[in-house]
């Protein structure tokens, strides 16, 4: 039985798709980094961000509306910003009252907190989009390439080897559970400090497990010569075509930048 | 009559499509003791995944004459034993103790009867001593039985076992054997043995590519050559020719 966790990677032929990893990787760097850096308020840059990646979702065959929905898994955590309103000096907005504590929402503060709620997005957006139409492998070849330390690629390679492997075991605890989970009378159930310390023994045992895992995949490597590098194939030659896509976005990344600063 | 498993045209594909039961129709009476053949990717393990309601397809299926719903899967999971193929997977809890005793604890039953059935449970398979340890530690035979425990400690009046022979030494094996063959509730149990099969079980269903390809007395099935060939199956019995040739090589 699998889980079906959604393989991150959608299969297509579009000029998305076949750029170079490794201007890819680069350039959904440099998208992040302008994002991050462009400064709150910038709303017209923001604009041309948005559109940057719509055109690149598009390009890429990829649906609009998938990619958008995904890239809001980003908004719990910068939920963490929401200090960033209440204490931003300016034009007060609101006032919120919790028992002796008075928070005053200030207009600049309003401001900075949108702006980083929308940077989340979109550079969560860069991310999905580079992971979409780059099959896994691909990128950690990339990632060696690109000169990255070999023990960093190796622990991102296997974690894409294992996360799977880790979601379908989770998956068959949890099934075990839920068969002996029965429910007799309004007694059944038991407490909630019961039902999290069972749930904390489960996630414990799986870590356990994990690590005896990791020692016979050890062995296995052993077994095969490995002596601690992760040897991969040469990626293929950079295009003409690659340099030219990659700069052509670049360009486009430091118009928008210009347009927020 | 009331039966103790009835599936009525139960249907179900994976979430990529695939088939994997293709109009099941099965009644169990209550107390008997059925093993469910056929070759891996028959679709046995989803099978058992319908009784307790933990996969749903269409189709009905009634466990002692309660149809599996949304609503009733609390009283039907503490009706249906279910016992997973990797005893791994049914071991999630820190010690054998609290592995045996979550299905009755969740139930809600008192401390001093959970504690008595936990007892019960571990001495009906032996391991009656093993109750502090660690359960992924034991060896294969015994996380077994601890499986089996856990799901005994339940009381339920419908036994699912996924494989429960699959990897055991002989010994583990007869020992295993002994203990379904006490056990009084009626069995369903997916098995590639067909030793245990002959041994233990006057029926069996044969299932092979999502269907019911075969439904009777375990030894009218078991002498019909053919039918073991078409569905990867084999006899338990030595032919003849083997068991001479055997005897000459002493």
New interface residues.
């Given amino acids: ?1 699998h889980i ?1 966790l959604l393989d991150q990677y959608h299969t297509g032929r579009s000029s998305v798709h076949r750029l170079d990893a490794r201007v890819k990787l680069l350039l959904t760097l440099a998208f992040i980094l302008v994002t991050s850096l462009t400064p709150a308020g910038a709303w017209l840059a923001y604009l041309g961000l948005t559109l940057l990646a719509l055109g690149v979702i598009l390009a890429a065959g990829l649906p609009p509306l998938l990619v958008q929905r995904r890239a809001l898994v980003a908004l719990p955590f910068a939920l963490a910003a929401l200090t960033v309103l209440f204490t931003t000096e300016g034009r007060p907005l609101f006032t919120l009252s919790l028992g002796a504590w008075h928070l005053t929402a200030s207009q600049p503060g309003l401001i900075r907190f949108l702006s980083i709620l929308l940077k989340s997005w979109l550079s969560v957006q860069g991310a999905i989009l580079l992971a979409a139409t780059t099959p896994f492998p691909t990128l950690v070849v990339a990632m060696r390439a690109l000169r990255l330390p070999r023990l960093l690629v190796s622990i991102i390679a296997f974690m894409g080897r294992y996360l799977f492997v880790l979601a379908d ?1 989770a998956l ?2 949890h ?16 407490s909630i400090t ?1 039902r999290a310390r ?1 749930t904390g ?2 996630v ?2 799986l870590f ?2 994990s690590v005896e895992r990791s020692e016979r995949i050890y062995n296995a490597m052993l077994a095969r010569g490995y002596r601690g590098e992760l040897r991969t194939l040469s990626p293929p030659r950079l295009r003409p075509a690659d340099g030219v896509l990659g700069l052509l976005f670049v360009a486009l990344l430091a118009l928008i930048a210009l347009l927020g600063w | 009559m009331e039966y103790a498993i009835e599936l009525e045209n139960v249907r179900f594909a994976y ?1 990529d499509g695939r088939p994997a039961l293709r109009g099941v129709n099965l009644r169990i009476a209550p107390g008997e003791k059925v093993a469910l053949v056929g070759p891996n990717g028959a679709g046995k ?1 989803t099978l058992l ?1 319908h009784l ?1 309601g ?1 996969l749903a397809g269409q189709g009905r299926v009634r466990i002692l004459g309660q149809e599996v719903n949304g609503a009733n ?6 009706q249906v034993g ?1 016992v ?1 193929q ?1 005893p ?7 010690t054998v103790f ?1 592995d045996v005793a ?2 009755p ?5 008192p401390e001093a009867e959970v504690r008595e059935r936990v007892a019960w449970a571990l001495a009906q398979v032996g391991m009656d001593v093993f109750a502090d340890r660690i ?2 530690h034991l060896s294969q035979g015994e996380k077994k039985r601890v499986a089996i425990a ?2 005994l400690a ?1 009381k339920p009046e419908v036994l699912a076992l996924d494989e429960p022979t699959a990897g055991l030494d002989p010994r583990a094996r007869r020992g295993l054997l002994r203990l379904l063959a006490r056990l009084p509730q009626t069995m369903l149990v997916a098995t590639h043995d067909m030793r245990l099969v002959a041994e233990l079980f006057p029926r069996t269903v044969v299932l092979d590519a999502g269907q019911v390809v075969a439904d009777g007395p375990t030894g009218h099935l078991l002498a019909d050559e053919a039918l073991l060939e078409a569905h990867g199956l084999e006899s338990p019995y030595l032919s003849p020719e083997r068991r001479e040739v055997l005897l000459k090589m002493s």
């Fill in positions: 039985m079906h075991e068959r605890l099934r075990a559970r839920e068969a002996r989970s029965a429910v007799i009378g309004p007694g059944s159930g038991g019961w069972v023994g489960m414990g045992n356990l497990r | 979430h393990s995944l307790n933990i899967l609390g009283w039907i999971r503490a279910l997973f990797d791994d997977d049914q071991l999630f809890s820190p609290e979550f299905g604890l969740h139930m809600g039953l359960s992924h856990t799901v339940m």
